[in-house]
């Protein structure tokens, strides 16, 4: 059994800061590519930000410049640094891991949710 479990959403104004963190958790023999996608209401998931194992990352163009995703493969953790965020930011965010146990699964957590006033 794997577990997903984010925190550090919350309501910030705009071109504050927040830091969200997703702590992987279970019969975890190795943890692939992690991620963070976001859902605003009325909208399709979409990814935000990637990295590998080995920290190559890609970002949406969106948050390009902004964001800072990062991993510490010893504690099964990945962050996602947001800076200088805009009411379109604003969105329920969820946490992607692709984790090898006995099988390779995709898994998500519950999500976090980020409010961004203008």
């Known amino acids: 059994q794997v577990q997903l479990v984010e925190s550090g959403g919350g309501l910030v104004q705009a071109g504050g800061s927040l830091r969200l963190s997703c702590v992987a958790s279970?019969?975890?023999?190795?943890?692939?590519?992690m991620g963070w996608y976001r859902q605003a209401p009325g909208k399709q998931r979409e990814l935000v930000a990637k990295?590998?194992?080995?920290?190559?990352?890609n970002y949406a163009d969106s948050v390009k410049g902004r964001f800072t995703i990062s991993r510490d493969n010893a504690k099964n953790t990945v962050y996602l640094q947001m800076n200088n965020l805009k009411p379109e930011d604003t969105a329920v965010y969820y946490c992607?891991?692709?984790?090898?146990?006995?099988?390779?699964?995709?898994?998500w957590g519950q999500g976090t949710q980020v409010t961004v006033s203008s």
């Open positions: 992607n891991a692709v984790i090898t146990t006995t099988y390779i699964g995709n898994y």
């Open positions: 279970g019969s975890i023999f190795n943890i692939n590519a």
């Open positions: 990295i590998t194992t080995t920290g190559s990352t």
